[in-house]
């Protein structure tokens, strides 16, 4: 499976950005995308996962501010991100994983910053 994320970028503090993030491969092997997210020294962090099905999960951090879709019947997810505040400043990666594995395929990384 391979991933192509696009998007990101810089913004003020209470602007939005979005993300997209397109796979290769399998509907089984996409059948879970989202994206999580990362600073330096921190844990890789859940930002937010769509199941083929439709089904949603947010990170804590993100609900009410973040919304992901997904193309219907595709392999490409979008995150809506508004709201934005200066601590969701990290590299996004996109995840792509079959509905029961723990782990996945990465994308590259796309940074997004928020500035104050």
């Known amino acids: 499976v391979q991933l192509q994320a696009s998007g990101g970028g810089l913004v003020q503090a209470g602007g939005s950005l979005s993300l997209s993030c397109s796979a290769s491969?399998?509907?089984?092997?996409?059948?879970?995308m989202g994206w999580y997210r990362q600073t330096p020294g921190a844990e890789r962090e859940l930002v937010a996962v769509?199941?083929?099905?439709?089904?949603?999960t947010y990170g804590n951090s993100v609900q009410g501010r973040f919304t992901i879709s997904r193309d219907s019947g595709e392999n490409t997810v979008h995150l809506q991100m508004t709201t934005l505040k200066p601590e969701d400043t990290a590299v996004y990666y996109c995840?792509?994983?079959?509905?029961?594995?723990?782990?996945?395929?990465w994308g590259q990384g796309t940074q997004v910053t928020v500035s104050s």
């Open positions: 995840n792509a994983r079959p509905l029961t594995a723990a782990s996945g395929w």
């Open positions: 491969g399998s509907a089984l092997s996409t059948n879970i």
């Open positions: 769509i199941s083929r099905g439709g089904v949603t």
